[in-house]
């Protein structure tokens, strides 16, 4: 006879932090445990749709293996076995991408990579971008030029700090700079010098909104109270570079912004210039995928781009989104329904959603 108190001992305090996960059906909590029902036989995941049963026929089980030596079968509709192959998955690609990280010269071949973790070329390609977002050549980039950043900013020359990112050639170098730096990598190492900033500050409704732009695009959108402060938080990131106002020729690039945020969908056509790890790029092309009027947890967002658990990293990633209203962090809650956080100010998140959801009643 299937009996809750084979389950694992839980201290009160346990067993309800659990239990309040069953009910919110939060995806947090997949992985970390499952819940069993003594009256179907049955165990879920936390987040499954199914309706709840009754407090009393709950027991709760570290994982898979546990609930079915109780007794218990998964469950047909969340399928709570595919968390544990999940989590051993997860747990190779960490190895390849530290295999990545760890690699001196070049990125290691996809052959190199399968053989570390036993697993084929193809099937490591595909399951390493369910992961990450990105294919492991992107994250190979992307950590030389993390590795370059780190280099140039520190205020190494530029051919050391192109051979310490792995990066073989001078023309390589200069061929990844744009999209790796905005600039090139003697003008990042001087903190900009050189490199032309336009900004504009204009009034909204949201209050006052700085836009700024390199040749290559937009790489700053900002909401704040005072002009003063968005323009020196701008030239601090960028000490040396030549930021300057230009009103009249912004204006049409600000009317742009602002006609996405009156219809509540950017414009994607906006050149964009912003410079980002693998796992930022991907939240924030997330965040731009959610429809407006709606909004997703920090841990939806974590489930969606393939990193379960990682709802803390999602929400520093939306911290540090370069461009308000262009990349709709605002889309992004807790997952008790608060507003949680927002880098300009949550009064202004609110506003935000309220006319969004406005928007679409209509």
Known sequence: MLDPVSSPRLT????AGRWRAVLARDPAADGRFVFA???TGIYCRPSCPARRPRRDQVSFYGGPAEAERAGYRACRRCHPREDSMHDQQATLIRQACDFIERAPDAPPSLAALGRHIGYSPYHLHRMFRRFTGVTPRQY?????????RGGLGAGA????????????????????APRELGMTPAAFRRGGRGVAVRCTVARTPLGLLLVATTARGLC????????????AGLRSELPRALVTRDDAALAPLVRRVLAGVAAARPDPRLPLDIRATAFQRRVWQALRAIPPGETRTYAEVARVIGRPGAARAV??????NPLALVIPCHRVV???????GYAWGVGRKRR????????GSR
């Open 220 to 231: 700053a959108v900002r909401l704040g109270d005072s002009a003063a402060e968005l323009e």
């Open 334 to 340: 807790r997952g008790d329904g608060g507003l949680g």
């Open 315 to 320: 929400g520093a990633a939306c911290a540090r």
């Open 352 to 359: 935000l959603l309220q006319r969004e959801r406005a928007a």
């Open 140 to 148: 190979a980039e992307a950590v030389r030029g993390r590795r370059l």
């Open 12 to 15: 009160a305090g346990a067993a």
């Open 157 to 176: 020359p530029v051919t050391d700090a192109m051979l310490e990112a792995g990066i073989g050639s001078a023309s390589r170098l200069y061929e990844r």
């Open 37 to 39: 029902v003594r009256s």
